[in-house]
């Protein structure tokens, strides 16, 4: 788990915490994580958003002028993804109550272990979706 608990609010507005490379690999410890052993250097290097935000001195979406951009409605309606759907509302609610109230309710939200194992469940068939439709070479 991340030593850092804003690290489990992504600039995208995913909640990290339940995210199956974190929950269930222990390979991402969220977009912020510079350990250098997990999976959120490869995450950020890959990530669109994350290089947008960062650039323009952003901690997410929520804080940009131009949100909801294109970029991020094209992110959060990704076909193969559909975990990705929460986070314009996520996005809206950090707006609204800020990022650590938020990161509140998502610990009281996915406390439900049935709710959890649903996602985690989907969040694995959007992986292989991926893999089947990007193989890797």
Known sequence: MPSNRENLAAPCGLYCGVCSDLVVDGVCHGCDCDCGQCAAGPHRRACDIYRCVTERG???????????????????????????????????RIRHIGVEAWLDEQEAYWADQRRLDRWLQLHKECGARYEQTYPSP
């Open 58 to 92: 952003l901690e997410s979406c929520a804080e940009c002028e131009d949100f909801p951009c294109t970029r991020i409605i094209q992110f959060a309606h990704d076909p193969i993804w559909r975990t990705h759907l929460p986070v314009l509302e996520n996005l809206r």
